[in-house]
């Protein structure tokens, strides 16, 4: 079983066991880059429980990620955002202005503008990522051909601020790592060709060294659940079918 909470913590402790340390995309635009780093990146599109849960993984393991949160109303809970902060993490704008404002430039930095005091209500936000929603018309990112976000105290966006023939880009868009024919927008020009068949598997080139000495991971929280829960669902539904079986069996018999 792929995509389980238990498989991300395996992983984060691999990753420490090989001498890696742990940014947030922050830290790693302001601070030194020597030695082997991985940053954590999470867009909360969905389920924002999800991000909480995660967050919570890592923060018991003394690491801090960066919580990127699209500010609609299923994924904007304050609850939730002001708990993950207190554990320590990045929370920033997972931006989709053009897209709410349906392609006005001027209400779109407007949008962006007091959004980000929603943030900043919570952490000091300097970076903001895009949301990239391939079923979108807008490209969130085309804002920045008529403004900067360094006129609103921004110092970066994973998109245009990141050498990525350096760093290894690797996503769970499409649930699938690195899948470039699922993901539409969620792309980059990656130095590296390094094919991931599965977590277990990125958990073992991670073990084996075969990993770069910069890497960012951008998780989708929502993707990752706990198998409890999912074997639970699963019982539930075996059941049910069991039962429909049985009255199509008794209506033939
Ligand atoms: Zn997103």
Request: glycine share 6%; net charge positive.
């Given at each position: 079983m792929d995509y389980t909470l238990a498989t991300y913590k395996e992983l984060l402790i691999t990753i420490r066991a090989q001498g890696y340390i742990f940014q947030t995309f922050e830290d790693f635009i302001t601070?030194?880059?020597?030695?082997k780093t991985v940053i954590l990146r999470h867009d909360?599109?969905?389920?924002p429980i999800n991000a909480l849960k995660m967050a919570r993984i890592e923060s018991e393991q003394g690491i801090s990620a960066s919580y990127f949160f699209r500010v609609v109303r299923h994924v904007w809970n304050e609850d939730i955002i002001r708990k993950v902060a207190g554990l320590g993490h990045e929370i920033a704008y997972h931006y989709e202005d053009l897209t709410i404002t349906k392609g006005d430039y001027q209400q779109a930095i407007d949008h962006f503008e007091r959004q980000l005091h929603r943030f900043r209500r919570f952490y000091p936000s300097k970076t903001i990522c895009m949301h990239?929603?391939?079923?979108?018309?807008?490209?969130?990112?085309?804002l920045w051909e008529r403004y900067n976000y360094r006129d609103y105290g921004?110092?970066?966006?994973p998109y245009f601020d990141v050498d990525y023939s350096r760093v290894f880009y690797i996503t769970d868009t499409g649930?699938?790592?690195?899948n470039s024919g699922i993901s539409v927008r969620d792309k980059v020009n990656s130095g590296f060709d390094i094919p991931i068949e599965s977590t277990s598997h990125l958990i073992r080139l991670f073990h084996d060294k075969q990993m770069p000495g910069q890497v960012m991971i951008n998780t989708h929280?929502?993707?990752?659940?706990d198998p409890g829960l999912m074997w639970c669902r699963e019982l539930v539904f075996q059941n049910l079918k069991n039962v429909v079986k049985s009255i199509i069996v008794k209506a033939n018999g």
């Amino acid at each position: 079983m792929d995509y389980t909470l238990a498989t991300y913590k395996e992983l984060l402790i691999t990753i420490r066991a090989q001498g890696y340390i742990f940014q947030t995309f922050e830290d790693f635009i302001t601070g030194e880059r020597s030695g082997k780093t991985v940053i954590l990146r999470h867009d909360v599109d969905r389920i924002p429980i999800n991000a909480l849960k995660m967050a919570r993984i890592e923060s018991e393991q003394g690491i801090s990620a960066s919580y990127f949160f699209r500010v609609v109303r299923h994924v904007w809970n304050e609850d939730i955002i002001r708990k993950v902060a207190g554990l320590g993490h990045e929370i920033a704008y997972h931006y989709e202005d053009l897209t709410i404002t349906k392609g006005d430039y001027q209400q779109a930095i407007d949008h962006f503008e007091r959004q980000l005091h929603r943030f900043r209500r919570f952490y000091p936000s300097k970076t903001i990522c895009m949301h990239g929603s391939p079923m979108a018309k807008w490209d969130n990112r085309k804002l920045w051909e008529r403004y900067n976000y360094r006129d609103y105290g921004i110092i970066a966006e994973p998109y245009f601020d990141v050498d990525y023939s350096r760093v290894f880009y690797i996503t769970d868009t499409g649930r699938a790592w690195n899948n470039s024919g699922i993901s539409v927008r969620d792309k980059v020009n990656s130095g590296f060709d390094i094919p991931i068949e599965s977590t277990s598997h990125l958990i073992r080139l991670f073990h084996d060294k075969q990993m770069p000495g910069q890497v960012m991971i951008n998780t989708h929280p929502h993707r990752w659940f706990d198998p409890g829960l999912m074997w639970c669902r699963e019982l539930v539904f075996q059941n049910l079918k069991n039962v429909v079986k049985s009255i199509i069996v008794k209506a033939n018999g």
